[in-house]
């Protein structure tokens, strides 16, 4: 009996629909019933698209079998700080409900359909995506599709537990601090940021520009990789955007792990991280035959300097919004955008300096290192509502340290791909923790192989969840 649409990969839909063997509006049902059958309980979409959907559809069927289309009759679904065509961008706010429609998709959206992907809906996610946890007051909390009672992780928590619950095989998310690993740890999915600068932000509701990521989640490397490669090349709209030509990877994900150089990230990313977290990484680092250690140093000064950019951009930015709608804020993120309102400019500056600093020291390890893994949470995801968590005999609160170990890693941009390991915390063994895989600027193929690597040995995976 075939497994049904919702069941499957990316990858794997597009070559049933190429061939003929399933239709790209079977897929999209399928996807819609999903969806419908389990939305109530996840809590991953914000708006649904099934009118759209299945006419584009439509059109994918009309051409997928005399095309070569790597994504035919995929559905898809993005966090709602994308822009959809007819819809206000709400990035997660009450406010943005006023916002005019959004008068054309988001580039990366349109580069996505014209691989033959097909847009279904919006995806909850943290208030202006300032937050790990997607505990979000105006639409909900989204629930961790492996334990209900707990969280998804953010911002992107609705695009990674709508991959995790079945119900699109691809979404997109957004990473300034960690806002793609963080979830894809927590929910058990894979998920690459790209280096910054690397896929443009045309159409994206921004946070801090300076730190700002776009990425994918999937259930595993080889969608990481078809996605990717539609999302590439250049866009003078975006000036943080790499005027770099395409480079693909999806070809070079079969080489795997074969003569890279790996090391496991210690120091900070031991201390703080509890058992199962740094479980995972040793068994990342027993597979791929490694036992190299390497230290970089202010790592946590890096974290506060990251710290300090986001509140003072992310602050700037909503300015005239604090002053005059306070009261429309999710009370978490008003407080903390009106905390970096009142930072000094000393202090932003002496955390860039910082900043630069550490790029520079972190590129002199990529000059004997191909490849680096650390945990990509300090833990298993924490019940809905968690205020602490005890780390490293320090008592600490418990949303912004989901991002410990993933802000020092984007507050220099470089590429990473998450995987999930299980059953490492003998009191929640259902439950997901990811490993980060880390290579130098514009390297993504380099993490990509080794996740692929990783797979090929059983080691990583990322099931659909049963939602018992």
Not at 77 to 94: C, E, H, R, Y
Not at 226 to 236: F, H, I, K, R, V
Request: charge should be neutral; include cysteine; charged fraction near 20%.
């Amino acid at each position: 009996m075939k497994a049904p649409a919702w069941q499957l990969d990316a990858g794997t839909i597009a070559g049933l629909v190429r061939e003929g063997s399933m239709t790209a509006r079977h897929a999209v049902e399928q996807c819609l019933a999903r969806i419908e059958a389990t939305d109530t309980r996840v809590n991953a979409f914000t708006s649904l698209l099934a009118e759209r959907a299945l006419k584009r559809a439509t059109q994918v069927d009309q051409h997928a079998r005399r095309s070569e289309l790597p994504l035919a009759g995929v559905p898809f679904a993005v966090k709602n700080l994308f822009d959809i065509a007819g819809l206000p961008t709400l990035a997660g706010s009450k406010i943005e409900r006023d916002a005019v429609p959004a008068a054309r998709d988001a580039l990366l959206v349109r580069r996505l359909e014209a691989h033959g992907a097909i847009l279904v809906g919006a995806l909850n996610m943290d208030e202006y995506a300032y937050g790990f946890t997607t505990e979000n007051t105006h639409y909900g909390p989204t629930r961790n599709p492996h334990d209900l009672s707990r969280i998804a992780g953010g911002s992107s928590g609705g695009s990674a537990a709508a991959v995790a619950a079945g119900q699109v095989p691809l979404t997109l998310g957004s990473d300034t601090n960690g806002s793609i690993r963080v979830p894809a740890s927590l929910c058990g999915t894979f998920g690459l940021k790209p280096t910054y600068g690397r896929l443009p932000r045309l159409g994206s509701y921004p946070f801090v520009a300076s730190l700002d990521h776009l990425g994918p989640f999937a259930r595993n490397t080889r969608d990481l990789a078809l996605s990717y490669d539609a999302m590439q090349g250049p866009n003078s709209a975006d000036p943080a955007c790499a005027q770099r030509d395409i480079e693909p990877v999806r070809a070079l994900v079969d080489k795997r792990g074969d003569g890279l150089r790996i090391a496991v990230l210690g120091g900070w990313f031991r201390e703080m991280a509890l058992p199962e977290a740094t479980a995972a990484v040793d068994a990342v680092a027993q597979a791929l035959g490694t036992t190299r250690l390497v230290e970089w140093p202010e790592v946590e000064r890096v974290r506060a300097a990251a710290f300090l950019i986001t509140n003072a951009e992310g602050a700037n930015l909503h300015l005239k919004d604090l002053k005059t709608r306070a009261h429309d804020f999710e009370p978490l993120s008003r407080d903390r955008f009106i905390a970096g309102s009142l930072l000094p400019a000393n202090w932003i500056v002496q955390a860039q300096r910082l900043r630069h600093w550490f790029a520079r020291r972190a590129a002199r390890t990529f000059e004997t290192v191909d490849v680096l893994i650390a945990p990509a949470t300090p833990c298993v995801a924490p019940a809905i509502g968690t205020e602490w968590l005890e780390l490293n005999g320090k008592r600490l609160p418990s949303r912004p340290s989901m991002g410990l170990l993933t802000q020092p890693i984007s507050c220099i941009g470089l590429p990473v791909v998450t995987v999930p390991l299980w059953g490492l915390n003998p009191a929640a063994p259902h439950l997901p923790i990811g490993v980060q895989i880390i290579a130098a600027p514009w390297r993504e193929d380099l993490a990509l192989r080794v996740a692929a690597e990783l797979e090929a040995q059983g080691v990583t995976s990322a099931p659909v969840a049963t939602l018992n």
